[in-house]
């Protein structure tokens, strides 16, 4: 499985995934339940995911757990979310830290309430040197803002004269975006059988391999991801480049 990402042997092996955990509501109304049973229970999958990350070989799971776009559903449903959020944080992630795993969040923190700023940062914190796994959870994110925010920030340092234009590259770019420091992912999932990325990545996802599923979320096992994994080792990554034979 080594040789599905394109690294070469100075650099640590990394494996990244990157997933849209998308049909939490459609698993619900299945089942003539309010849309919020679907989140519970798309909660559990997640903790299957992490799971079987960790089990598969993962170093890097990214899970779009919040759009920007998001924050426009009823605010009932909203409120919901940030509730099962706030349990997520308080309980989970002293899982996660027993289990070596490190936890990051990216997004448009500032729109999220204090409380769960505060718990945001503290998870950060604890779990800062743990190396199982890279588990970043993606809250009130979007692309196009994070990009956005990239060029602001370096429109600012030219302003300030910290660097000049000519200086603008695809590195000082992406080391002003959330996911600075990390790989790109290998690997993107879409689950619930939608075949569009929603402003997930935007700038990341440029040579990644994507894999849709017809599973909703709720329903997600360890098994979808060993079929997704085994997926992208049988893909040809070529970078734009023409395959070595
Ligand atoms: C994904 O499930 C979870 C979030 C976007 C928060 P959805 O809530 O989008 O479920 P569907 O797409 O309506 O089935
Ligand atoms: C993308 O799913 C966001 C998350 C999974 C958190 P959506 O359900 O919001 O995307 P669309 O609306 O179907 O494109
Ligand atoms: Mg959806």
Redesign the pocket.
Known sequence: MHSMTSQDNNTPHTLHVAII???????AKKRFLP?TA??KK?ADAVRRCIEGAVELGVTHLTLF???SE?WKRPQDEVND?MGLLRYYLKNEVIRLHKENISVRFIGERNKLSDDIIQDIEASEKLTAQNTALQLTIALSYGGRAEIVNAARDLAYDVQAGLIAPQDINENSFANRLFTKGMPDPDLLIRT?GEQRISNFLLWQLAYTEFVFLDVL?PDFEKKHLETSLKELSSRDRRYGMISDC
Do not use: E, K, Y
């Open positions: 955990m998308d049909g939490n509501g459609r698993w849309r679907g989140h798309g757990g919040f759009s998001n979310l619930s979320w």
